[in-house]
Protein backbone atom coordinates (compact mmCIF):
# COMPACT_ATOMS: atom_id res chain seq x y z
CA UNK A 1 0.00 0.00 0.00
CA UNK A 2 1.25 3.11 -0.81
CA UNK A 3 0.70 6.13 0.97
CA UNK A 4 0.00 9.89 -0.29
CA UNK A 5 0.23 13.29 1.28
CA UNK A 6 -3.49 14.91 1.22
CA UNK A 7 -2.20 17.61 -1.24
CA UNK A 8 0.13 20.05 -0.12
CA UNK A 9 -0.84 19.15 3.97
CA UNK A 10 1.29 17.21 6.33
CA UNK A 11 -0.98 14.34 6.51
CA UNK A 12 -0.67 10.89 4.70
CA UNK A 13 -3.00 8.86 3.50
CA UNK A 14 -3.38 5.65 2.11
CA UNK A 15 -3.98 5.54 -1.67
CA UNK A 16 -7.24 3.45 -1.03
CA UNK A 17 -9.56 4.37 1.57
CA UNK A 18 -12.31 2.19 2.87
CA UNK A 19 -16.29 4.09 2.41
CA UNK A 20 -18.22 2.67 4.93
CA UNK A 21 -21.56 3.76 2.91
CA UNK A 22 -23.32 0.47 3.02
CA UNK A 23 -22.20 0.39 7.15
CA UNK A 24 -25.49 -0.26 8.59
CA UNK A 25 -27.28 -0.51 5.33
CA UNK A 26 -26.36 -3.91 3.88
CA UNK A 27 -23.78 -4.24 6.35
CA UNK A 28 -24.18 -5.34 9.49
CA UNK A 29 -22.15 -5.26 13.00
CA UNK A 30 -19.99 -8.27 12.19
CA UNK A 31 -19.19 -7.62 8.69
CA UNK A 32 -18.46 -4.31 9.37
CA UNK A 33 -15.82 -5.31 11.47
CA UNK A 34 -14.42 -8.07 9.18
CA UNK A 35 -13.71 -5.61 6.22
CA UNK A 36 -12.13 -2.96 8.50
CA UNK A 37 -9.57 -5.84 9.99
CA UNK A 38 -9.12 -6.62 6.39
CA UNK A 39 -8.29 -2.92 5.51
CA UNK A 40 -5.64 -2.31 8.18
CA UNK A 41 -4.15 -6.01 7.00
CA UNK A 42 -3.83 -4.07 3.76
CA UNK A 43 -2.45 -1.55 5.21
CA UNK A 44 -5.15 1.32 5.15
CA UNK A 45 -5.29 3.90 7.55
CA UNK A 46 -8.08 5.87 5.56
CA UNK A 47 -11.40 4.99 6.32
CA UNK A 48 -14.50 7.72 5.01
CA UNK A 49 -18.42 8.33 6.35
CA UNK A 50 -20.95 10.92 7.12
CA UNK A 51 -23.40 11.37 9.97
CA UNK A 52 -26.08 10.44 7.57
CA UNK A 53 -24.80 6.89 6.04
CA UNK A 54 -26.92 4.11 7.76
CA UNK A 55 -29.28 6.24 9.32
CA UNK A 56 -26.47 7.43 11.37
CA UNK A 57 -25.43 3.67 11.96
CA UNK A 58 -22.29 3.69 9.92
CA UNK A 59 -20.62 6.03 12.04
CA UNK A 60 -21.72 4.41 14.94
CA UNK A 61 -19.92 0.75 13.88
CA UNK A 62 -16.78 2.10 11.93
CA UNK A 63 -16.51 3.48 15.62
CA UNK A 64 -16.86 0.60 17.02
CA UNK A 65 -14.34 -1.12 14.56
CA UNK A 66 -11.57 1.42 15.52
CA UNK A 67 -11.71 1.95 18.76
CA UNK A 68 -8.25 -0.16 19.64
CA UNK A 69 -6.23 1.45 16.73
CA UNK A 70 -7.63 4.91 16.99
CA UNK A 71 -4.42 6.20 16.65
CA UNK A 72 -3.58 4.23 13.51
CA UNK A 73 -6.35 5.56 11.65
CA UNK A 74 -7.71 8.68 9.84
CA UNK A 75 -11.17 9.33 10.07
CA UNK A 76 -12.88 11.36 7.66
CA UNK A 77 -16.78 12.17 8.00
CA UNK A 78 -19.08 14.53 6.79
CA UNK A 79 -22.15 16.68 7.78
CA UNK A 80 -24.56 19.16 5.77
CA UNK A 81 -27.40 16.41 5.68
CA UNK A 82 -30.41 16.26 7.71
CA UNK A 83 -29.11 14.92 11.90
CA UNK A 84 -32.53 15.21 13.54
CA UNK A 85 -36.30 16.84 12.88
CA UNK A 86 -35.51 20.65 13.55
CA UNK A 87 -35.27 23.47 11.16
CA UNK A 88 -31.66 23.90 12.22
CA UNK A 89 -30.45 20.10 12.25
CA UNK A 90 -29.15 20.31 8.87
CA UNK A 91 -27.00 22.52 6.65
CA UNK A 92 -23.97 24.22 7.28
CA UNK A 93 -24.80 27.20 9.62
CA UNK A 94 -22.86 27.93 12.65
CA UNK A 95 -24.87 25.72 14.96
CA UNK A 96 -25.86 23.35 13.04
CA UNK A 97 -22.29 22.41 12.41
CA UNK A 98 -21.35 22.75 16.30
CA UNK A 99 -24.20 20.25 16.62
CA UNK A 100 -23.26 17.78 13.85
CA UNK A 101 -19.89 17.58 15.05
CA UNK A 102 -20.85 16.62 18.66
CA UNK A 103 -22.95 14.44 17.18
CA UNK A 104 -20.55 12.53 15.27
CA UNK A 105 -18.20 12.74 18.03
CA UNK A 106 -20.20 10.50 20.02
CA UNK A 107 -21.16 8.30 17.53
CA UNK A 108 -17.31 7.50 16.61
CA UNK A 109 -16.09 7.35 19.92
CA UNK A 110 -13.43 9.48 19.60
CA UNK A 111 -12.41 12.67 21.43
CA UNK A 112 -11.40 14.81 17.27
CA UNK A 113 -12.22 14.27 13.80
CA UNK A 114 -9.27 14.12 11.46
CA UNK A 115 -11.26 15.05 8.20
CA UNK A 116 -14.38 16.95 8.32
CA UNK A 117 -16.40 17.69 5.20
CA UNK A 118 -18.89 19.57 4.43
CA UNK A 119 -20.75 17.17 2.51
CA UNK A 120 -22.75 19.63 -0.15
CA UNK A 121 -22.80 22.89 -0.91
CA UNK A 122 -25.29 25.04 1.52
CA UNK A 123 -26.17 28.03 -0.59
CA UNK A 124 -28.85 29.64 2.81
CA UNK A 125 -25.65 29.79 4.84
CA UNK A 126 -23.20 32.53 3.96
CA UNK A 127 -19.69 31.23 3.61
CA UNK A 128 -17.88 33.24 5.72
CA UNK A 129 -20.25 31.68 8.73
CA UNK A 130 -19.55 28.37 8.05
CA UNK A 131 -15.75 28.92 7.70
CA UNK A 132 -15.55 30.86 10.74
CA UNK A 133 -17.32 27.70 12.61
CA UNK A 134 -14.90 25.21 11.34
CA UNK A 135 -12.06 27.38 11.99
CA UNK A 136 -13.53 27.60 15.42
CA UNK A 137 -13.47 23.62 15.62
CA UNK A 138 -9.90 23.12 14.09
CA UNK A 139 -8.65 25.58 17.25
CA UNK A 140 -10.81 23.99 19.72
CA UNK A 141 -9.07 20.60 19.18
CA UNK A 142 -12.66 18.53 17.98
CA UNK A 143 -11.58 18.59 14.55
CA UNK A 144 -7.64 18.26 12.80
CA UNK A 145 -8.68 19.12 8.85
CA UNK A 146 -11.55 20.53 7.25
CA UNK A 147 -12.40 19.44 3.33
CA UNK A 148 -15.37 19.87 1.36
CA UNK A 149 -17.43 18.03 -1.13
CA UNK A 150 -19.88 18.42 -4.45
CA UNK A 151 -19.05 21.79 -4.60
CA UNK A 152 -18.33 23.94 -7.98
CA UNK A 153 -15.38 25.25 -8.77
CA UNK A 154 -15.82 28.72 -7.92
CA UNK A 155 -17.52 28.43 -4.79
CA UNK A 156 -14.73 26.49 -3.46
CA UNK A 157 -12.50 28.79 -5.10
CA UNK A 158 -14.29 31.90 -3.22
CA UNK A 159 -14.00 29.71 0.11
CA UNK A 160 -10.13 28.98 -0.04
CA UNK A 161 -9.64 32.63 -0.38
CA UNK A 162 -11.91 33.62 2.30
CA UNK A 163 -10.17 31.13 4.68
CA UNK A 164 -6.82 32.56 3.54
CA UNK A 165 -7.32 36.06 4.09
CA UNK A 166 -9.20 35.70 7.40
CA UNK A 167 -5.86 33.53 8.71
CA UNK A 168 -8.59 30.26 8.95
CA UNK A 169 -8.09 26.91 8.24
CA UNK A 170 -8.60 26.07 4.67
CA UNK A 171 -9.73 23.46 3.21
CA UNK A 172 -7.42 20.44 2.33
CA UNK A 173 -8.75 17.93 0.78
CA UNK A 174 -11.98 17.97 -1.98
CA UNK A 175 -13.97 14.59 -2.38
CA UNK A 176 -15.65 14.50 -5.93
CA UNK A 177 -17.43 12.07 -7.90
CA UNK A 178 -14.82 10.46 -10.44
CA UNK A 179 -14.34 7.78 -12.48
CA UNK A 180 -13.79 6.39 -16.36
CA UNK A 181 -17.47 7.62 -17.28
CA UNK A 182 -17.63 10.46 -15.30
CA UNK A 183 -14.97 12.96 -15.95
CA UNK A 184 -16.14 16.26 -15.37
CA UNK A 185 -14.19 17.49 -12.74
CA UNK A 186 -11.33 17.26 -14.86
CA UNK A 187 -12.02 20.75 -16.83
CA UNK A 188 -12.24 23.42 -13.75
CA UNK A 189 -12.07 21.36 -10.42
CA UNK A 190 -8.79 19.48 -11.06
CA UNK A 191 -6.93 22.29 -12.05
CA UNK A 192 -7.92 24.71 -9.17
CA UNK A 193 -7.09 21.64 -6.74
CA UNK A 194 -3.72 21.42 -8.52
CA UNK A 195 -2.86 25.09 -8.07
CA UNK A 196 -4.08 25.97 -4.37
CA UNK A 197 -2.69 22.42 -2.85
CA UNK A 198 -5.77 20.72 -2.10
CA UNK A 199 -5.73 16.72 -2.02
CA UNK A 200 -8.88 14.59 -4.39
CA UNK A 201 -10.21 11.97 -2.53
CA UNK A 202 -12.51 10.56 -5.34
CA UNK A 203 -15.95 8.94 -4.33
CA UNK A 204 -17.81 6.66 -7.02
CA UNK A 205 -14.44 5.55 -8.81
CA UNK A 206 -16.08 2.45 -10.17
CA UNK A 207 -19.54 4.10 -11.23
CA UNK A 208 -21.96 2.71 -8.29
CA UNK A 209 -20.87 -0.46 -9.47
CA UNK A 210 -21.17 0.00 -13.30
CA UNK A 211 -17.54 -0.55 -14.17
CA UNK A 212 -17.15 -3.43 -11.95
CA UNK A 213 -17.59 -6.37 -15.08
CA UNK A 214 -22.09 -7.17 -13.70
CA UNK A 215 -22.69 -5.44 -16.50
CA UNK A 216 -22.45 -5.03 -20.14
CA UNK A 217 -22.56 -1.88 -22.62
CA UNK A 218 -26.36 -0.99 -23.12
CA UNK A 219 -27.58 -2.69 -19.51
CA UNK A 220 -27.93 -0.49 -16.79
CA UNK A 221 -30.18 -2.50 -14.55
CA UNK A 222 -29.22 -6.35 -13.13
CA UNK A 223 -31.77 -8.06 -10.32
CA UNK A 224 -30.18 -7.99 -6.71
CA UNK A 225 -27.87 -5.16 -7.18
CA UNK A 226 -27.81 -1.84 -6.25
CA UNK A 227 -29.23 -0.90 -9.82
CA UNK A 228 -32.19 -2.65 -9.20
CA UNK A 229 -32.56 -0.97 -6.22
CA UNK A 230 -32.12 2.44 -7.89
CA UNK A 231 -29.66 3.07 -5.20
CA UNK A 232 -26.48 5.05 -5.04
CA UNK A 233 -27.31 4.89 -8.99
CA UNK A 234 -25.22 7.62 -10.74
CA UNK A 235 -27.00 6.80 -14.93
CA UNK A 236 -27.92 10.66 -14.81
CA UNK A 237 -24.28 11.61 -14.36
CA UNK A 238 -22.34 9.13 -17.14
CA UNK A 239 -21.04 10.93 -20.31
CA UNK A 240 -22.98 9.82 -23.21
CA UNK A 241 -19.65 7.38 -23.98
CA UNK A 242 -20.04 5.54 -21.08
CA UNK A 243 -21.41 2.34 -22.99
CA UNK A 244 -18.07 2.46 -25.40
CA UNK A 245 -16.13 3.09 -22.45
CA UNK A 246 -17.10 0.18 -20.52
CA UNK A 247 -16.29 -2.13 -23.65
CA UNK A 248 -13.00 -0.85 -23.64
CA UNK A 249 -12.87 -1.66 -19.97
CA UNK A 250 -13.95 -5.23 -20.23
CA UNK A 251 -10.99 -5.62 -23.03
CA UNK A 252 -8.62 -4.19 -21.42
CA UNK A 253 -9.24 -5.90 -18.28
CA UNK A 254 -9.80 -9.24 -19.92
CA UNK A 255 -6.15 -8.37 -21.65
CA UNK A 256 -4.24 -7.85 -18.36
CA UNK A 257 -5.83 -11.04 -16.70
CA UNK A 258 -7.71 -8.42 -13.97
CA UNK A 259 -11.17 -7.81 -12.69
CA UNK A 260 -12.58 -4.27 -14.79
CA UNK A 261 -13.21 -3.07 -10.98
CA UNK A 262 -9.59 -3.16 -10.24
CA UNK A 263 -8.17 -1.58 -13.75
CA UNK A 264 -11.02 1.28 -13.54
CA UNK A 265 -10.31 1.91 -9.55
CA UNK A 266 -6.58 2.00 -10.66
CA UNK A 267 -6.88 4.49 -13.46
CA UNK A 268 -8.78 6.65 -11.09
CA UNK A 269 -5.99 6.16 -8.35
CA UNK A 270 -3.65 7.52 -11.38
CA UNK A 271 -4.98 10.18 -12.04
CA UNK A 272 -3.10 14.12 -11.61
CA UNK A 273 -4.12 15.13 -8.17
CA UNK A 274 -5.69 12.19 -6.95
CA UNK A 275 -4.77 11.26 -3.30
CA UNK A 276 -6.91 8.54 -2.60
CA UNK A 277 -9.57 7.26 -3.98
CA UNK A 278 -12.52 5.31 -1.87
CA UNK A 279 -13.57 1.54 -2.15
CA UNK A 280 -16.62 0.86 -0.33
CA UNK A 281 -18.17 -2.60 -0.03
CA UNK A 282 -21.48 -4.97 1.27
CA UNK A 283 -19.19 -8.02 1.89
CA UNK A 284 -15.87 -8.84 3.05
CA UNK A 285 -15.45 -10.44 -0.90
CA UNK A 286 -16.37 -7.77 -2.44
CA UNK A 287 -13.36 -5.45 -0.72
CA UNK A 288 -10.73 -8.42 -1.10
CA UNK A 289 -11.71 -8.51 -4.85
CA UNK A 290 -10.85 -4.56 -5.00
CA UNK A 291 -7.83 -4.56 -2.90
CA UNK A 292 -6.17 -6.09 -5.80
CA UNK A 293 -6.10 -2.28 -7.73
CA UNK A 294 -3.21 -1.67 -4.98
CA UNK A 295 -0.78 -3.15 -6.51
CA UNK A 296 -1.79 -2.96 -10.18
CA UNK A 297 0.46 -1.28 -12.52
CA UNK A 298 -1.44 -0.06 -15.75
CA UNK A 299 0.83 -0.52 -19.40
CA UNK A 300 1.04 2.72 -20.92
CA UNK A 301 -0.95 1.73 -24.53
CA UNK A 302 -3.89 0.13 -21.80
CA UNK A 303 -4.17 3.46 -19.75
CA UNK A 304 -3.74 5.58 -23.05
CA UNK A 305 -6.72 3.24 -24.94
CA UNK A 306 -9.29 4.31 -21.61
CA UNK A 307 -8.10 7.67 -21.77
CA UNK A 308 -8.86 8.01 -25.03
CA UNK A 309 -12.25 6.33 -25.46
CA UNK A 310 -13.46 7.98 -22.22
CA UNK A 311 -12.39 11.54 -22.97
CA UNK A 312 -15.29 14.14 -22.79
CA UNK A 313 -15.04 16.79 -25.47
CA UNK A 314 -13.24 19.86 -24.96
CA UNK A 315 -15.75 23.03 -23.75
CA UNK A 316 -15.52 26.64 -23.83
CA UNK A 317 -13.50 28.46 -22.76
CA UNK A 318 -10.56 25.58 -23.17
CA UNK A 319 -11.77 24.83 -26.23
CA UNK A 320 -11.59 28.39 -27.40
CA UNK A 321 -7.95 28.70 -25.42
CA UNK A 322 -6.75 25.52 -25.83
CA UNK A 323 -3.66 26.54 -28.88
CA UNK A 324 -3.61 30.32 -28.17
CA UNK A 325 -0.12 29.91 -27.17
CA UNK A 326 0.63 27.97 -30.47
CA UNK A 327 -0.92 31.03 -32.18
CA UNK A 328 0.83 33.30 -30.14
CA UNK A 329 4.08 31.43 -30.98
CA UNK A 330 3.36 31.40 -35.05
CA UNK A 331 3.17 35.46 -34.87
CA UNK A 332 6.30 35.74 -34.23
CA UNK A 333 8.64 36.79 -37.13
CA UNK A 334 12.62 35.22 -36.66
CA UNK A 335 15.53 36.05 -38.59
CA UNK A 336 15.66 33.56 -41.27
CA UNK A 337 12.18 32.33 -40.91
CA UNK A 338 10.77 31.69 -44.77
Same mark, same amino acid.
Given at each position: ??????????????????????????????????????????????? +???????????????????????????????????????????????? =?????????????????????????? +????????????? +?????????????????????????????????????? =?????????????????????????????????????????????????????????????????????????????????????????????????????????????????????????????????????????????????????? +????????????????
Amino acid at each position: MQYHRLGTCGLKVSQLCLGTMTFGHSTDQDEAARIVDAAFEAGINFF +DTANNYGNHLSERLLGDALRSRRRQAVIATKFFNPFGEGPNDSGASRI =AVMNAVDDSLRRLGTDHIDIYYIHHL +DVQTPAEEMLDAL +DCLVRGGKVRYIACSNYPAWRLCDAWWISTLRQWARFV =AYQAQYSLVVRDIEQELVPLCQDKGMGIVAWGPMAGGFLTGKYQPGRRRLPGTRSDENWVWQEQMFAFNADQTLAALLQVAEELGRPPAQVALRWVMDRPGVSSAIVGARTLEQFQDNLGAADLTLPDEARRRLDEVSHLPDRYPESFEK +DIHKRRENAIRRPGKA
